[in-house]
């Protein structure tokens, strides 16, 4: 394929090349092909339609929205409107110079074929496609095709003369080889249009046609370009400015605290929707809406108000109103929860008549489940609600083992007997401090998990505190309701000797003190209770040594007989009532002591 610009062309070979494809000189053409379209023009309409919907897209975006954040386009989009502009109207003027440059040549555009090859000539680039013997014509349907390496042509052929054409150009293909061969310019000439035959017209004009084009044309991109700069400024000032009264006209008909907000954060012009509209519109709303959140946030929104008693009188009836439903919960967590939420001091008197009336109906709620053993107990559990309500619901359950040196008297009394098996069988290595933590956190969590049972976690909460170390120091002060247990374990009684299995074992004095100690109280609450345990060496001794297991079964139930009688001091069914148990249970039996075996005998 050859290109060829047709006003590069000498004028005598532009006549002759208008002269020929108008069929008024020689060659005429065979076959000839529809222009179409002027190449490019569908694409730059697709460019321009393309662009003016984006721009009608952009400048839709958000107008007059009040939920948009592009109801008002910043400065920016201004480039966007120069760019849509610009791009519209370069678009429209590629098509119209696409036009008015097929308008402008001398001759008819189109595709032609000419015995020495196709002449694609739909513009003034002429794209010239000689014939080869590798192009032959094919017959197609109705029409001719050619196919190129660089293009495929399809000629219309009038019906029953397919044959004819293509026996034509197969005809003055060879003429064309023949004539090139001889270099025989004169046949040539009668074969291709492009041909200089080096006669020129003596009364034509000498000079070369020239393609005529108008400024438009010609500077199309820089005035489209220049155009879409000057227009864009107007449009976005005239698009905000519609935009903010569509949105201005639209708060006004939802007259609601969200439209008024949502037209501020949109960035609206009007000071008067800042001044005047919302603010009458939030009070409205916030005394309708009856809730504390409500006047809180327009407080928050006006903080200088200019009607402060207005606003303090509808945070109180709302406090008010608010507070009611804590109440209904019925429990001391929602109205802190209600106090630290809403933090003003408006119902304080409330607050504290409505907190007190949780722990009056915990007070009263125990009263039913108290032991009716002593009365002393109940005031001091009164006094102890009154603490909590005062300070909080902790309460602290605080260890100490007192050491006696009867242990190592029993251990003594134990190496001396026949029936002694080695170190397992000293007693003192089952009651060390590592054995004794262990069942003081038992029986911390059986008096934690009872008083549970009947009291809310924020109204009293029972905690394991740290144990005291020294066993002879008075007892400190308690910052907290404080419970003290001191406990010890002494050697009761002789030894006692088993056959099967073989060994050795002591009972044991278990004695118990319980001091319950309120801050700046001068009445604690005392309890003592001593115990005594047999050995028992018939018991499962599972995984451990039989002494292991004898001497933590005999600890063991002198703690449940500790917390049991303990608890049966306060309330009138100590164990964990089931859920939904309200009636009072008798005081569980006492665990009674453990028998030894039938073949045990005190040594």
């Not at 794209?127 to 590798?134: E, G, K, N």
């Not at 009394?413 to 029936?419: E, G, V, Y």
Request: hydrophobic share 45%.
């Amino acid at each position: 394929m050859q290109e060829v610009d047709f006003y590069e062309l000498s004028r005598a070979v532009q006549e002759r090349f208008v002269a020929c494809v108008g069929g008024q000189g020689q060659p005429t053409p065979v076959l000839q092909a529809s222009a179409g379209q002027p190449r490019g023009m569908l694409a730059w309409l697709g460019v321009a339609a393309g662009s003016v919907i984006a721009l009608l897209g952009v400048y839709q975006v958000g107008l007059g929205n009040l939920e948009s954040g592009l109801a008002l386009h910043p400065p920016p989009f201004i480039g966007a409107y120069a760019l849509l502009f610009a791009t519209i109207l370069v678009a429209f003027l590629q098509v119209f110079s696409r036009l008015q440059a097929r308008q402008a040549l001398p001759f008819p555009a189109g595709i032609y074929l000419f015995p020495s090859g196709v002449i694609d000539a739909r513009t003034s680039k002429l794209r010239v496609f000689a014939f080869t013997a590798s192009t032959p014509p094919i017959v197609s349907g109705e029409n001719l095709v050619l196919t190129f390496p660089d293009a495929t042509f399809t000629f219309p052929v009038a019906a029953g003369h397919l044959e004819q054409a293509k026996s034509v150009i197969e005809e003055a293909e060879s003429r064309v080889e023949r004539a090139r061969a001889a270099d025989d310019k004169k046949t040539l000439a009668l074969l291709d249009p492009l041909v200089d035959v080096g006669v020129a017209n003596p009364f034509g004009p000498k000079t070369r046609m020239m393609r005529q084009a108008p400024i438009w044309v010609r500077q199309g991109i820089l005035m489209g370009i220049a155009a879409g700069a000057l227009l864009a400024p107007g449009v976005w000032w005239l698009r905000n400015r519609t935009s903010d009264e569509g949105m201005l006209g639209e708060a006004h008909r939802q007259r609601s605290v969200a439209a008024y907000h949502a037209y501020l954060a949109r960035g609206g012009r009007r000071d008067e929707v800042r001044d005047v509209f919302l603010p009458r519109v939030e009070l409205r709303d916030a005394v309708k809406e009856g809730t504390v959140e409500a006047i809180e946030r327009y407080m928050a929104a006006h903080p200088h108000s200019g009607i402060p008693s207005e606003v303090t009188a509808a945070l109180r009836q709302a406090m008010l109103i608010a507070l009611e439903a804590f109440k209904k919960v019925g429990t001391v967590s929602a109205l802190n929860e209600f106090s630290k939420k809403h933090p003003h001091k408006l119902i304080d008197n409330e607050l504290r008549q409505a907190i007190h009336a949780v722990y009056q109906g915990a007070l009263a709620k125990y009263r039913k489940e108290a032991s009716s053993r002593d009365a002393a107990v109940v005031a001091f559990v009164e006094r102890l609600l009154a603490v909590a309500e005062k300070s909080g619901p902790k309460v602290e359950i605080r260890f100490r083992r007192k050491v006696t040196r009867t242990m190592e008297m029993a251990d003594a009394q134990i190496k001396r007997s026949p029936f002694y098996m080695g170190v397992v069988s000293l007693p003192s290595q089952y009651f060390d401090e590592s054995h004794a933590r262990s069942r003081e956190e038992a029986a911390g969590k059986t008096l934690a998990a009872r008083f549970a049972a009947s009291f809310p976690a924020d109204i009293l909460s029972l905690e394991i505190g740290a144990p005291l170390t020294d066993p002879d120091a008075p007892l400190p002060a308690a910052p907290v309701p404080t419970i003290f247990v001191d406990h010890s374990s002494q050697v009761s009684g002789p030894s006692y000797l088993t056959a099967r299995p073989r060994g050795v074992f002591v009972g044991l004095a278990l004695v118990f003190e319980a001091t319950f100690r309120l801050p700046d109280d001068t009445k604690p609450m005392h309890f003592k209770l001593p115990t005594w345990r047999n050995p028992d060496a018939k018991i499962e001794k599972g995984d451990g040594p039989l002494e292991a297991a004898v001497y933590d079964a005999m600890t063991t139930t002198a703690f449940a007989q500790f917390t049991n009688k303990y608890l049966a001091t306060f309330f009138n069914k100590p164990e964990i009532p089931p859920p939904g148990d309200t009636k009072p249970a008798s005081v569980s039996p006492e665990p009674k002591p453990a028998t030894p075996p039938a073949d045990a005998k005190p040594e």
